[in-house]
């Protein structure tokens, strides 16, 4: 025969928390909202240390136009560094891209 919910909690015995006065209880109580408190404020100062500020547009659409996979050789891009010229892909893998910069007039 299985055992019942009260054979099993009689097997178990007294929590340990069961047995503290009421003085500990209240001291554990406040310690517990102490550091709640701390880690409340700890959070609060840290915020701006979370907040990532996000890329300007400038340099977005920069990195976006420098990393184009459609380019062609003699193709200019404009960027938040000025014009420049795309001669195209080099290196060994053949993904390097290589810009030259249009001087000014």
Not at 38 to 48: C, K, T
Request: hydrophobic fraction near 35%; charge should be neutral; charged fraction near 30%.
């Amino acid at each position: 025969m299985p055992p019942t919910t009260d054979d099993q909690t009689s097997d178990l015995g007294p929590s340990p928390d069961s047995l503290l006065s009421r003085e500990d209880w209240k001291r554990r109580i406040e310690e517990a909202r102490k550091r709640a408190a701390l880690a409340r404020r700890d959070w609060q100062l840290n915020a701006p240390l979370r907040m990532l500020a996000p890329d300007p547009p400038e340099k977005i659409a920069t990195q976006r136009v420098l990393s184009d996979d459609t380019l062609q050789p003699g193709d200019i891009v404009s960027t938040d560094k000025g014009l420049f010229l795309f001669r195209g892909r080099s290196g060994a893998d053949g993904q390097t891209a290589d810009f030259v910069p249009i001087a000014r007039r």
